[in-house]
């Protein structure tokens, strides 16, 4: 087999808070798991991610908590952090990209990046109207605007609308209020915004190289027929890189940080060429690596439309090769919320729910949101925990301290159907965690198979989903090692 370099550079979380659920579910928790996988089959596998700090959900809380913003984004990454490694989430870089040591650098990357991308004159100035708090005269941008979606009408807060996936202009909103005092009333001013245009022959291939489905590449067709196939490239706002800093304006702009999501990933990329001992960047335009990223719904026009734009403007990147992509997570039917205390955070999900991240990791696969919204219910989770624990507990007590006998696993026609069917679902191009959960859950209720075949073949199975077990199953077999495991799966 062909060892391949893959560069799995999972979304950017907002430092705003802890992750909870719903965020693990989506975009993080996969690209663990493929990343443990493609590890399995032998291939150079490197995964690092970053907060984004220049969101600008993260002012409310500096705000409430009366912190500055390099505290609030401090304290989240760690939280973010906590949240990740209690599922067991194993990145091998996670940066902080306000640290010192990387501040200067994505500076540097999203200057080049800028510059690169208007140099051609290919960018527009468009005249906005723009919100301001008529009492207190703030400007009312970003995460301190909420109004109701025009896509969808449901009620939505800042730039991306929850419900329909959508990227809203502040103008656009309907009954837009100020989140700060609901009843202070708005008044309009202009302002000019930067954008450039994008080529929608040239996204809508993209989509389909990155095996995006059809269900997000609608959102990028509904934005496109609404807006024209634009970018946003500004924002007015403080807090961020000041446009000013990086090409001759008058605009007291910043850089949208979404849309500078490119520059994140290709700090990422930084670290990953050094953990993958390669002297390019994984993102250069030469480089054979193949980069893998995840993102929520409601990120689609950020990554399809914005990164892939910028990528394809600029002289030395390009884009991602694969899009692994989620939709809505609910928990017992309702958005997850953190003010209305409807919420299970990543860092106390295991005393919470009684159970350990193997259970978890396996539930929130076989409900995982890949192409609709799903429900995390507690109930419905705590049957499973009770059904899944007593099989761990019926390993612990009768198979863990004998020798278990590989060849009589290899030779079941269940395990070779079960292993098949693992590999494909994990696969680039057919993922689904919804699949491998299944297939483990029917290894396990399977009640023909004798215990001895079962609790290896269940460790063996399981190995990228549930680690914490199945790396404790193996790790008794005298003679195992990794490169065993590689000769099952190849
Ligand atoms: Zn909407």
Known sequence: MIKKKYALIPVMPTPNGPLHL????????????????????????????????????????CKKESKDELTVCKENYSNINKCLENLSIKY????????????????????????????????????????????????????????????????????????????????????????????????????????????????????????????????????????????????????GIKLKDIVRTDSEDVVFTYTNLISLAILCGEEIKKNLNIEYNPLSKDSDCIVVGSFGFDNTIPFCLSVDTLANLSDEFRGFDYYLTNFFYTLDGKKFSTSRRHCIWGYDALEILETNSDII????????????????STDEFNEFRNKIQDFMISINEDKLY?????????????????????????????????????????????????????????????????????DKIISNIEGFDDSLLNEIYS
């Open 22 to 61: 719903g965020h693990l579910a989506g975009p993080f928790l996969k690209m663990d798991i493929l990343a443990r996988h493609l590890r399995i089959l032998g291939h150079y596998v490197s995964i690092v991610s970053a907060t984004d700090p220049y969101e600008s959900h993260i002012l409310p809380v």
């Open 92 to 239: 091998d870089n996670f940066i902080n990209p306000l640290d010192d040591e990387y501040r200067e650098k994505l500076f540097e990357i999203t200057k080049k990046i800028i510059i690169q991308v208007l140099k051609d004159g290919n960018f527009s100035q468009k005249d906005e109207a723009i919100h301001f708090n008529s009492r207190t005269n703030d400007i009312v941008v970003a995460s301190r605007i909420a109004g109701i979606c025009p896509s969808c009408n449901a009620n939505m807060g800042g730039y991306h609308c929850e419900c329909c996936g959508q990227e809203v202009s502040p103008e656009e909103l309907i009954e837009p209020y100020d989140t700060e005092n609901k009843d202070d009333v708005l008044k309009i001013s202009r302002t000019s915004t930067l954008f450039i245009d994008s080529d929608y022959e040239y996204i809508s291939k993209r989509m389909i190289d990155c095996n995006v489905p059809d269900e997000i590449k609608n959102i990028v067709s509904v934005y496109i027929k609404k807006h024209g196939p634009l970018v946003r490239i500004s924002n007015p706002g403080d807090w």
């Open 361 to 376: 990791r396996l539930y929130l696969s076989v409900t995982s949101p890949e192409l609709k919204k799903t429900n995390f």
């Open 402 to 470: 004998k020798p278990l006998n590989i060849d009589s696993v290899c030779n079941c026609s269940f395990f070779k159907e079960s292993l098949r069917v693992i590999k494909k679902s994990l696969s680039l191009e057919n993922f689904s965690l919804q699949k491998s959960g299944k297939t483990i859950i029917n290894w396990i209720e399977n009640s023909e198979i004798d215990q001895d075949v079962k609790v290896l073949g269940f460790a063996l199975l399981s190995t990228s989903i549930m680690p914490g077990i199945s």
